[in-house]
């Protein structure tokens, strides 16, 4: 067979697998949309039978049951479109070959941001401002039930708490009007409504609005879990929020993006609730509405210089002429080393975004806004293998004209993961003012001391009790607790402390202790007599 023949006939077998995989891929989508198409059907007569139950509600019900089909259509139609574009990739979605640092001037020190300085008018700057938190975890991974937000993390003060302070502060100290924005998911919409009714007197007003909700699908067959609207009982696993890149679409459905734009509002304050470090900061808010060159800013990521811990943090890149966010995900295997190096790649993203909302409205309406799939895979509590399809919003950057990295101190980054990061925040190296934490003063480096503790302190209740008092930490450097281990009142560390309970052993550290460069290990218990 001549070398010709030879490749007709592997393009022919190669084109007849290709099309053999679109027939597959065709008849995918239509048994999805089927699918949907069913779930769909269920929500009026779900929701009217839990309605009709008492007559005198008939026609707001009536009301809500057109609200919830519509909602529900909303979301079935959004997961469509991802469900689609995730059947169309195929392979790595970054050719590593096209990656390349970004320029000089497309990531700013904040230094240079902050040298402009202010002008006299900030407080008409602020007004235009709305700060928006991504509210929709729950405090499972902390033992806690409920949404994560609403977790104690400083004298008795929550994540929301903390928040509404730090805007209220703002408010009443340039007499602005700073909205805070809360986006839920089903999961935490209730609870949190619950809670909003006691900032009813604060000043700052609150709006909420839920992002999607997002049927998880069978990992074997691609095929919806959830057989109808409800998410209780059987179906409680069967729906996921599909990640905080649903932002744009949801705030857009909401309407509440348009209410903000007609009030003169122009930018979003975007961050994680659980970043006690993501405070407004009028420097860079005053770079997006006074930009040096004139070129308004569409889009601002905060990026911080990485150290060994944040080695799998996404990072700011050039590509294809844009910046672009790469997460760890989207690395090909052979190059997450390469990824990971903390000489070529220094920075990370932070997640506290500014973002014009005349980009969001105007991006959103011509269905331009570009994010990468992240594909999840779960195991359900019956054992069951699904994945869910998420985007992240900081993958949007490429979408925006004139994006922007500021490189910004390591303070403004300040997750609440584990407790081991409770404990930080709830210690002597942070002062709290206003619903802001500072490091305090009177810590002679500005490093974090890096803490590990061990799974008997994994659930918020067990560290509490584990702690008759927060230890005095001004000048540790490095605490690794394990096993079962207890502190007593007014504890001090300082340098390295290492304390390590074997299994069967109890170590009672006891009240006014000096631990200084130690390591405990074995048996010590204090008992009363």
């Given amino acids: ?84 574009r995730f059947l169309q990739e195929k392979g790595p979605s970054v050719d590593w070959g096209k990656i390349q640092r970004p320029p000089e001037d497309s990531i700013q020190p904040y230094e240079k ?44 003060n929550t994540f929301l708490d903390l928040t509404v302070q730090q805007i209220e502060h703002l408010n009443k100290t340039y007499n602005t009007d700073v909205p805070l924005v809360l986006m839920n998911s089903f ?58 890149g649903d932002i744009y679409a949801s705030f857009y459905n909401s309407g509440l993006l348009d209410t903000l734009i007609g009030e003169g509002k122009e930018y979003i304050f975007v961050s994680n609730i659980d970043n006690l470090g993501a405070t407004v900061d009028l420097y860079i808010l005053n770079h997006l509405m006074n930009p040096p060159n004139g070129k308004p ?65 105007r991006l959103q309406e011509q269905n331009a806004i570009d994010m990468e799939i992240i594909v999840n895979p779960k195991t359900l509590d019956g054992g069951l293998n699904v994945i869910q399809l998420e985007t992240a919003v900081g993958a949007a950057i490429k979408s925006f004209e004139n994006s922007l990295g500021i490189n910004v101190p390591r303070s403004r980054f300040l997750p609440v993961k584990t407790t081991s990061d409770l404990l930080l925040v709830m210690s002597n190296l942070y002062s709290l003012n206003a619903g802001s934490l500072t490091m ?50 007014n504890v001090s560390l300082k340098g390295t402390v290492i304390i390590i309970a074997n299994h069967g052993d109890r170590i009672d550290i006891p009240p006014g202790a000096v631990l200084e460069n130690k390591i405990v290990s074995g048996n010590l218990r204090i008992l009363d007599h």
């Fill in 1 to 84: 067979m001549s070398r010709y023949v030879q490749d007709l006939s592997k393009a022919m077998s190669q084109d007849g697998a290709s099309q053999f995989q679109e027939v597959i891929r065709q008849e995918l989508e239509l048994s999805v949309k089927k699918e949907l198409e069913k779930i769909l059907t269920t929500a009026p007569s779900h929701e009217f039978e839990r309605a009709s139950s008492n007559r005198t509600m008939l026609f707001v019900s009536c009301v809500e049951i057109s609200q919830c089909r519509q909602h529900t259509k909303k979301d079935l139609d959004g997961f469509r479109k991802l469900f689609h």
């Fill in 113 to 156: 941001i902050k040298a402009r300085g202010l002008p006299d008018n900030i407080s008409s700057v602020l007004n235009k401002l709305v700060v928006v938190k991504l509210n929709g975890g729950l405090g499972t991974s902390m033992g806690c039930k409920g949404p994560k937000s609403l977790i104690g993390v400083r004298n008795e």
């Fill in 187 to 244: 999961n935490t919409d209730e609870d949190t409504k619950k809670i909003l009714q006691k900032y009813n007197h604060c000043r700052v007003k609150i709006y909420t609005f839920n992002q999607s909700r997002y049927p998880r699908i069978n990992k074997e067959s691609l095929l919806p879990v959830a057989k109808d609207v409800s998410y209780s009982g059987e179906n409680t696993e069967a729906w996921y929020p599909p990640g905080h």
């Fill in 297 to 361: 800013c569409e889009f601002v990521m905060e990026v911080t210089n990485k150290t060994r811990a944040d080695v799998k943090g996404g990072t700011l890149t050039q590509y294809e002429g844009k910046l672009r966010l790469v997460e760890i995900a989207q690395v090909p295997k052979a190059h997450v080393d390469e990824f990971k190096s903390v000489s070529k790649f220094k920075i990370f993203n932070t997640n506290n975004l500014w973002i014009s909302l005349a980009a969001v409205k």
């Fill in 440 to 489: 305090s003063e009177k810590r002679e480096f500005p490093t974090v001391p890096l803490v590990k503790l061990g799974s008997s302190f994994t659930k918020v209740q067990d560290y509490l009790r584990r702690f008759e008092s927060i230890p005095d930490m001004l000048e540790l450097d490095h605490l690794t607790v394990s096993g079962d281990v207890t502190f007593g009142k």
